[in-house]
């Protein structure tokens, strides 16, 4: 009887141990983003396995889009790099949809169709040209 005592003893133990374990692993979950914002180096680090690993860099695109304020940064970000705003353009030039919805967006308002109608006439009257 007195094996079965130790051994559910032991079980209590363990059972306890990895509950104290698991809330310090939450108590410290605050520090780690802590430690990335004030530590530059530690910051590098993190972005550069993340920027090196494809699949880390999928999830957290997926996860800086997710929110609405988040994804303003990046878009406005991605459109301020040259390149990155060439290739975003250069795929949405090949998608019809994204082109469907573009043109929809710009024709939305007066000033958008009047312009969206003038870049129309100019193609038009470029393509009339060169068959002659």
């Known amino acids: ?33 802590k430690r990335i914002a004030s530590d530059r180096y530690l910051r590098e680090r993190v972005m550069g396995a993340i920027a090196a690993d494809g699949g880390m860099a999928v999830e957290m695109t997926r996860r800086l889009v997710a929110s609405d304020s988040l994804r303003a940064r990046v878009i406005e970000t991605m459109l301020a790099e040259e390149h990155a705003a060439q290739y975003v353009l250069a795929r949405i030039g090949r998608n019809t949809d994204a082109v469907d919805y573009v043109m929809q967006v710009a024709a939305s ?16 009257m470029a393509m009339q040209a060169k068959k002659k």
């Open 109 to 124: 308002d007066s000033t958008g169709r009047q312009h969206l109608l003038t870049l129309l006439k100019g193609m038009q």
């Open 1 to 33: 009887m007195t094996s079965g005592r130790n051994t559910a003893r032991r079980a209590g133990w363990t059972v306890l141990a990895m509950l104290v374990a698991i809330a310090a692993l939450c108590g410290c979950a605050a520090e780690p983003s």
